[in-house]
Structures are given as C-alpha cells and as structure tokens.
C-alpha cells in the first residue's frame, strides 16, 4: 500500500528562518496534499498539487513535486511563531475507487522566537 | 468562509456502548469522509461517501461501523459497540465535485472509551 512519509519528523529553527519538509510515497497518485495540524486540533488544508503539476505557490508556502522520485517538498518561508504545528502530507491513490487519502507520520516544526 | 462542523467536540462512553458522531459537510460538496487518529498515531482513513453509498472502505471500517446521511446536511459515524481500542480522535472531512479535490477537515471529535 501506499505511504507518505515525511521528513525530518522534527524541526526546530529560528522565526524569520525557512523552513523545508520532505515527503516520500510509493504508489502512483492523482494528486498530493498538505496539512497543517495544530495540538490536539484539526486538520488545517494548506495546498493540493496534482501529479501534472510541479510546483505550486500560495503565500509564504511552495510546493514541488517530483513523480518520478515519488516525492514532494513544502517550502515555508519567513517563519513565524504562528507556523509551530504538525505539518502531514496526504496522498489521493490514482487507481480509480481509492479516494481516501494516506496520512504520513508528520513533521514536528517549532519555530523559536 | 464554510467550514466542516462537527459535534460533540469531545464524547466519553463506556465499552460495549453504541456512539453517534456527527457531521455537517460543506453545504455544496458532494463527497464525505470520516478519519481516525489514534494518539500520537497517523490519521487513517475509514470510510468516502458519495451519492448516498459508500465509495470506499479502509480495512478499519468493520461491521461495526456505519455511516449514514439522514438529511440534506448530517454525516454521521456510529460505532455499534465501542472498544477501549476506538478511543481515538474522529475526522469528518468533505471535498466539492471530486474524490481528488481538496479535503476539507472538520475539528475533530475527541471520542473516549472506559
């Protein structure tokens, strides 16, 4: 089965700084997404790329996608303090039927004052 | 801006007890969600809806779990019979014409099993 899995699982670094988390799958995908989730909250969309796609902008936030290394990259630039949560790729099975997405483990990113 | 409500924000039940979570999608969207995370754990789907059947189930979803849209805005989960290995925090999620657009997350239910 398919696995997003995201790394580092835990990044600390300084507000003003950018911040990079990796995220590898396995199995073709229709599209991937990433979330933000803050303590014991929900889960907060922050950006789709779809598996034509490459790269896509929204904000301080960039996203690549590399199919053929099965990989994606969520770029936050001029951190804030605000930024300081659990950041999950999830990933859409393009096999037809599966629309459930696939959770990674999550990366744990603070950012200090 | 809508948003995915979920209601109660945090249910207590005993063992062997039968528990309804529930769920209002975005008004327009077409597919539904539920999730599970288990403390510390990954999210993991169970269960996508779509025209008053369920599209796909995960390996979780048993017999005995349901899902059920009784009106025009309600989603809801029910567990029959609640095992201590249930307590997990519970996510309705809702996506607008397609399975492969963004899922949007309601707040979650905070389901926990004595």
């Known amino acids: 089965s398919q696995q997003g899995e995201e790394d580092p699982q835990a990044l600390s670094i300084q507000e003003g700084e950018n911040a990079t988390m990796n995220c590898s799958y396995k199995?073709?995908?229709?599209?991937l997404q990433w979330y933000r989730q803050n303590s014991g909250r929900g889960l907060v969309h922050l950006i789709l790329i779809r598996s034509n796609e490459r790269e896509k902008h929204s904000g301080r936030l960039r996203v690549t996608l590399d199919t053929s290394k099965k990989s994606s990259s969520l770029l936050i630039t001029a951190s804030r303090a605000a930024d300081t949560a659990s950041y999950f790729c999830a990933t859409a099975w393009s096999g037809g039927g599966a629309d459930g997405l696939t959770f990674g483990k999550g990366t744990h990113l603070i950012i200090q004052p | 801006e809508p948003e995915v409500t979920q209601t109660p924000s945090h249910q207590v039940t005993q063992m062997g007890q039968e528990v309804i979570l529930r769920c209002v999608p975005i008004?327009?969207?077409?597919?539904f969600y539920w999730y599970r995370q288990i403390l510390g754990q990954k999210v993991e789907f169970l269960v996508s809806?779509?025209?008053?059947?369920?599209?796909?189930k995960s390996e979780i979803f048993d017999d005995q779990f349901s899902v059920e849209r009784p009106d025009g805005s309600n989603f809801t989960l029910k567990i029959r019979s609640t095992k201590l290995e249930d307590s997990a925090m519970y996510f309705c999620?809702?996506?607008?014409?397609?399975?492969?657009?963004?899922?949007?997350f309601g707040p979650g239910t905070r389901l926990t099993v004595t």
């Open positions: 999620a809702s996506s607008a014409l397609r399975a492969e657009d963004e899922q949007y």
């Open positions: 008004s327009n969207h077409l597919y």
């Open positions: 809806f779509y025209n008053n059947e369920i599209s796909e």
């Open positions: 199995t073709s995908i229709n599209n």
